[in-house]
């Protein structure tokens, strides 16, 4: 059948209004959606969040400049900042209550961690407060979904008051990483990671690469850690005992493979430490993380400046008596032990029941590896 000229014209008419009148909705849907973004983030930033500017378009919102302020007592003046915040909402959160976000780039920004006495890292604290559990009686929230954050350019400052005052401050800059798939404020399901950037040091920088998934409800994830040339100074507080005359120079290398299932942390790394220099021990204790100096250094001079070994951590962080400091350098200091050529017997015993018995193992473990080489290198038994 042959279709008239007219009737040809009339289809084509008809189908481009069709295609115009689903743009001209979609365009005001989209609008909708970046309007909502708009209002959403002036009522998240609160009395306290300052901005220089805030603009709109078709394409999303910007934020130039953006700051919130410390709370009181936090060890940073700013708890978060950025130049500039640019968020992209998805044409899919104007049809349902969860609000979908296709990206949000973040362009220098800058965040603050507290790491407390009992371990727990602490991020935004003014945000958190002001966003607790709703009551019974409240409507459920809604639901943000961020599909991917991007990090430019970035810098991360962790104050760490586990460690004697004042508190550690550990820095990254020029980091550069996206996060993908964040659902607030449930925070379940996996969201992936990638992360690069400057480990900053006293007498030299290094570099830093984290990679994996964590899931923030349930605490699980899976993180593969790369440092590379990091400063030990920048982690001597971790290092050194008490008594120890502490470290001059060096440097370490670490590979982390780290995974968290219920509660349960399994860890499998290696360490690299080079050119390692000690401050000489007068008037102090003669060890190096509990070991005899000698011995480390004998090492050292018998390994082309360079000592490498590896080290398992396994506990339940959610044991009060749990210390992953204490962990952590109980098992570098054993492993060490070992990369040495001493074997310390039944001392694996109380290493390996950390996570147990906490910081009592940790100490035991710690005074049986240094007074078992002591004892060594010296050739003579304690009275």
């Known amino acids: 059948m042959r279709v008239s000229s007219g009737s040809r014209r009339r289809w084509i008419l008809l189908g481009a209004a069709v295609l115009a009148v689903l743009l001209v909705s979609g365009a005001i849907a989209y609008r909708a959606a970046v309007s909502e ?29 953006l700051r919130i302020p410390a709370p009181s007592g936090w060890p940073a003046a700013d708890s978060f900042r950025a130049e500039r915040v640019r968020v992209v909402p998805s044409l899919l959160s104007t049809f349902s209550r969860t609000h979908r976000i296709r990206s949000v780039t973040l362009t220098h920004p ?22 607790g559990t709703p009551a019974a009686t409240e409507v459920a929230p809604t ?18 008051t586990t460690v004697p005052r004042p508190p550690l401050k550990i820095r990254l800059e020029q980091i550069e990483g996206r996060l993908d798939d964040v659902r607030a404020p449930a925070f379940r399901g996996r969201s992936r990671f990638e992360l690069e950037g400057v480990v900053k040091g006293a007498t030299r920088d290094g570099r830093a690469s984290i990679a994996g998934w964590a899931e923030i409800a349930t605490h699980d994830s899976s993180v593969k850690t790369q440092l590379r040339s990091v400063d030990l100074l920048a982690v001597e507080p971790y290092l050194i005992k008490e008594g120890e005359a502490g470290i001059r120079q060096g440097s370490f290398d670490l590979d982390l493979q780290s995974e968290v299932r219920a509660g349960h942390l399994t860890a499998h790394g290696k360490i690299t430490l080079s050119h390692l220099e000690l401050i000489p021990a007068e008037g102090s204790v003669d060890t190096f993380m509990g070991l ?24 339940e962080i959610d044991n009060p008596q749990f210390s992953l400091n204490e962990t952590l350098s109980t098992r570098i200091a054993y492993s ?40 060594l290198f010296k050739g003579k038994s304690d009275d």
């Open 292 to 315: 005899p100096r000698r011995a480390v250094l004998a090492s050292l001079a018998n390994k082309r400046d360079e000592i490498q070994f590896e080290f398992t951590l396994d506990g």
């Open 336 to 375: 060490l032990a070992n990369a040495l050529g001493v074997d310390l017997g039944g001392l694996a015993k109380d290493v390996g029941a950390l996570g147990v018995q906490g910081g009592q193992a940790a100490e035991k473990a710690a005074k049986g590896a240094g007074g078992a080489l002591w004892k």
């Open 110 to 131: 800058y965040l603050a961690m507290l790491r407390t006495r009992d371990g727990k890292l602490i991020a935004l604290p003014g945000l958190i407060a002001r966003t």
């Open 37 to 65: 973004v708009e209002g959403e983030i002036a009522e998240a930033l609160g009395p306290s969040g300052e901005m220089a500017a805030l603009s709109v378009g078709w394409s999303g919102v910007s934020v130039e400049r």
């Open 143 to 160: 639901t943000l979904v961020l599909r991917r954050v991007v990090f430019e350019g970035g810098v991360l400052e962790i104050f760490d």
